[in-house]
């Protein structure tokens, strides 16, 4: 059974940096694109990066670029977002996702078939 599972969410301040972890299992996922979504309270899940299934290249959305990245460890099976800088505006959940439909990446989250249950990042003042 494929299976993603996020962990390294909690409250931090802002300004504070914080490692999200996406940990898979079932299945390797060398070969897969990966990216993470959030959501807001109230607010549809929005797209925040994205890595390529040969993770040369990395897609940002304009609210991260320059404080979040992203990178996976093959051998721990295992994806990351750091995220530095945190903002107010970060508070989410974030859900890692997983695919193989396509080689480079993308920020439509109907293209990832693996989700992950997501995982809670307070920012508070």
């Known amino acids: 059974q494929v299976q993603l599972v996020e962990s390294g969410g909690r409250l931090v301040q802002a300004g504070d940096s914080l490692r999200l972890s996406c940990a898979a299992s079932?299945?390797?996922?060398?070969?897969?694109?990966w990216a993470w979504f959030r959501q807001a309270p109230g607010k549809e899940r929005e797209f925040v990066i994205a890595?390529?299934?040969?993770?040369?290249?990395?897609y940002y959305s304009d609210s991260v670029k320059g404080r979040f990245t992203i990178s996976r460890d093959n051998d721990k099976n295992t994806v990351y977002l750091q995220m530095n800088g945190l903002q107010l505006e970060d508070t989410a959940v974030y859900f890692c996702a997983a695919t193989s439909r396509i080689t480079g990446y993308s920020a439509n989250a109907n293209m990832y078939n693996y989700w992950g249950q997501g995982t809670q990042v307070t920012v508070s003042s």
């Open positions: 890595l390529s299934r040969s993770t040369a290249n990395t």
């Open positions: 079932g299945r390797t996922f060398i070969n897969y694109a």
